[in-house]
Nanobody
Framework: VQLQASGGGLVQAGGSLRLSCAAPGPIFSSYSMGWFRQAPGKEREFVAHISRSGSMISYADFVKGRFTISRDNAKITVYLQMNSLKPEDTAVYYC???????????????WGQGTQVTVSS
C-alpha cells in the first residue's frame, strides 16, 4: 500500500506550490496524515501533520506561517499549501499516514513515493 504524492516542481524563491497526497482506500480517512521532507545529504525531517478529523494540526517551526496542511476525507487526500518558499525548502517531500496523532512522528505506517520540490534563489 503506497500513498500517491504529487504537485512538486521548480519554483522561484517567494513562490508557492501545493502538494497533494492521495490515499488508496477509505480506511485512511481514519488515519492521521502528514508530510516529511529530506534534503540532499540530510536526514528526513517532519514538516506537518493533521488528525483524521482535521481538528488537530502540528507544524515544524521552520514552516509555521508559510505552509498550511489540510485534508479532504471525501477524497481521502491531504494537501500541503506552501507559500513564501525559500531555497532551503528544497527537498523531496514525502506524505505519510499513521493511526495515532500524538505518535505520528514515531509510528508512521505508510509512505508515499516522494515528490521533488526545488526552490531557486
Amino acid at each position: 500500500v503506497q500513498l500517491q504524492a504529487s504537485g512538486g516542481g521548480l519554483v522561484q524563491a517567494g513562490g508557492s506550490l501545493r502538494l497533494s497526497c492521495a490515499a488508496p482506500g477509505p480506511i485512511f480517512s481514519s488515519y492521521s496524515m502528514g508530510w516529511f521532507r529530506q534534503a540532499p545529504g540530510k536526514e528526513r525531517e517532519f514538516v506537518a501533520h493533521i488528525s483524521r478529523s482535521g481538528s488537530m494540526i502540528s507544524y515544524a517551526d521552520f514552516v509555521k506561517g508559510r505552509f498550511t496542511i489540510s485534508r479532504d476525507n471525501a477524497k481521502i487526500t491531504v494537501y500541503l499549501q506552501m507559500n513564501s518558499l525559500k531555497p532551503e525548502d528544497t527537498a523531496v517531500y514525502y506524505c505519510a499516514a499513521a493511526k495515532g496523532y500524538w505518535t505520528f512522528k514515531l509510528a508512521t505506517e505508510y509512505w508515499g513515493q516522494g515528490t521533488q520540490v526545488t526552490v531557486s534563489s
